[in-house]
């Protein structure tokens, strides 16, 4: 009876640790996390700790949340016209759209253009130009595919 | 409950499923490897164990334990690892969200802690995310000359990529299993959700909308992506009409000018402080020290010493590089043999000033593997012209394989043996 009892709270302690080899395998892992995250937040401590908190948070409950609403919406707003099959044609060219203007965001916003004429001897001028191009180019591709399929299909005699 | 995000009737995309996130967390896991590896080389690159004058991170401790003898050839080595660094790290930012994006489920998931060790997994996913967007967001802005990071780049991004590193490779042992065994159902053509119907929180949406696109349909939007990404970059790596295919990153498109000194420039002289009065020809001296004392040398002083030739890139840590200029000058080997070094010892590292007034590395320190390469040149002509003012006139370091900013302008000391 008694070696029972201390079986079921053994398979208890179990259910509340996890898996030992987990636990050993993020030991590890946190011990070398912690070695250079000292290092890390050596300077400006609170700051970078901000950043690297701060970027999963704004991405995980900012940027996702946002960009998917704006995807549901547009889905329904398709929809609701019936065109609900077009969702790939406004997706496609408006996903690929954000994203270079994500990721060259301060090229193109213009806030880095002195420092980037200064520095390099090169025009920061025009990338927000080069980025609208590239976007209704996106949009006029997407457009022409469209079209195309929509195209009345000639039917064999 | 739908109404929450941590019902799992919230999450409706069908596209999301375990097989989606296995075959990113696999492109993602060969990626991220990659990027880990180049980045330590130009870590490694810099000679940060060679001089306090090279190395941005002098508490790097234990991490700085596989540096080594940063080699001279191939010539184009540090422009392959840094291109192949930067381009690729643009690339997988596509990936790296649609990942995010597959798994975001879990974030709400309830019970938040199931038990100790899933505690401890979830606090390390905060490293792991934290992690990858931080050195993401850290090298784009930094390509983009875009400080708005708290500090310098090099210690944030180097210390910020080993707290990333913990916690992946605990991750992949964590996950690869399952993230292989998935994509092997998928290559044999099994229906999804049969195999996994025992594991709770599958990432399967029990009550899907009807699709908008296929899972095929969201793979070629990712790699779409990655695609837009990586031919508006790739060409910075390279000159000419490559170049102008880069219409959106810092370094595509035209060249800053004309002629023999019409390449890419990465600090013009304006922007580091140079005063032209001091860069003057008639004012300008060269200081060379060495065991057997001091010598001063003149322009036309150096001129007069045996000129070298050596065809040689540019490549900047920002990853765009030229391709190979055709510079002109006084070998550094025989500069160090004025000043004692003319045994048959090896050559002595050596300690270079600039003229710059402002930025980093304008004392820098280079190893005696490289004073010693033929091709290592204190050069004074660039494509058969003398150099311009923002490639350093009179003269500058060029030495193969090196980190561009390790290529001193506008030098005015050479101090050998002095490290």
Same mark, same amino acid.
């Given at each position: ?112 253009d002195a420092r980037y004429a200064g520095a390099t001897g090169l025009s920061a001028d ?32 | ?16 499923? &375990? ?126 000359l ?30 690869? &299993? ?54 508006? %970059? ?16 810092p370094h595509g498109g035209p060249e800053p000018g004309t002629g023999?000194n019409g390449f890419q420039i990465n600090k013009t002289a304006a922007y580091v402080?140079i ?16 065991? %057997? ?21 540019i490549?900047c840590?920002?990853?765009w590089?030229t ?64 150099l311009s003012a923002d490639h350093g006139r ?15 302008k ?10």
């Open positions: 009876m008694r070696r029972h009892m201390s079986l079921m709270s053994l398979g208890r302690l179990r259910a509340v640790v996890g898996n030992p080899f987990q636990l050993l395998l993020l030991a590890c892992s946190f011990a070398l996390a912690g070695y250079a995250g000292v290092r890390l937040l050596a300077g400006e401590t609170l700051q970078v700790a901000l950043w690297f908190v701060g970027s999963a948070l704004l991405h995980d409950l900012v940027l996702l949340p946002l960009y998917a609403t704006v995807d549901r919406a547009a889905v329904r707003l398709l929809g609701a016209c019936g065109r609900r099959d077009w969702t790939p044609y406004v997706r496609v060219p408006a996903l690929l759209s954000c994203l270079l203007l994500l990721v060259w965001f301060p090229l193109i916003s213009g806030r880095v025009g990338f927000l130009a080069r980025w609208l191009l590239v976007t209704a180019a996106l949009f006029a591709a997407s457009a022409l595919l469209l079209a195309l399929r929509l195209r009345p299909r000639r039917r064999p005699r | 409950m739908a109404r929450f995000p941590s019902s799992p009737a919230f999450w409706r995309s069908p596209v999301r499923g &375990p097989r989606f996130t296995s075959v990113l967390g696999l492109v993602l896991l060969a990626g991220m490897s990659v990027l880990f590896v180049t980045g330590l080389l130009s870590y490694a690159a810099y000679n940060p164990d060679l001089s306090q004058v090279n190395d941005q991170t002098p508490d790097k401790g234990l991490l700085g334990f596989y540096l080594f003898a940063w080699p001279t050839d191939p010539h184009w080595l540090y422009r392959l690892t840094q291109g192949v660094h930067v381009t690729l790290g643009l690339a997988l930012v596509p990936v790296l969200l649609a990942k995010l994006w597959s798994v975001v489920p879990r974030l709400f998931a309830l019970p938040p802690v199931r038990s100790l060790a899933h505690a401890l997994e979830r606090l390390s996913l905060l490293l792991l995310v934290g992690g990858a967007l931080f050195e993401f967001v850290t090298g784009i802005l930094n390509v983009q875009d400080y708005a990071f708290p500090g310098s780049f090099y210690p944030l991004h180097l210390y910020g990529a080993w707290v990333f590193l913990a916690a992946f490779l605990a991750h992949v042992v964590l996950k690869l &299993p399952a993230a292989l065994r998935n994509v092997r159902a998928l290559r044999a053509g099994l229906e999804e959700g049969e195999e996994q119907q025992a594991v709770s929180g599958t990432l399967l949406a029990p009550d899907p909308d009807p699709p908008t696109m296929s899972r095929r349909g969201a793979f070629w939007l990712v790699g779409g992506g990655s695609a837009v990404l990586f031919g508006t %970059s790739v060409g910075r790596s390279f000159d000419g009409p490559l170049r102008e295919t880069a219409v959106l990153s023999p402080g005063d032209p009065r001091e860069a003057a020809p008639e004012a300008w001296r060269l200081v060379v020290t060495g065991r %057997s004392g001091t010598v001063r040398l003149s322009l036309a002083e150096l001129r007069r010493l045996p000129l070298h030739s050596a065809a040689l890139p490549a840590v920002e990853g590089s391709a190979d200029q055709w510079w002109r000058g006084v070998r550094l080997r025989d500069l160090a043999a004025l000043v004692g070094y003319d045994g048959p010892e090896d050559p002595p590292d050596v300690l270079v000033d600039s003229l710059q007034r402002r930025g980093a590395f304008r004392r820098a320190a280079l190893r005696g593997n490289q004073v010693g390469d033929a091709r290592s040149l204190l050069a004074l002509d660039v494509n058969g012209e003398p009179p003269a500058r370091v060029i030495v193969p394989a090196a980190p561009g900013v390790l290529n001193t506008w030098v005015t000391r050479l101090d050998f043996g002095a490290l």
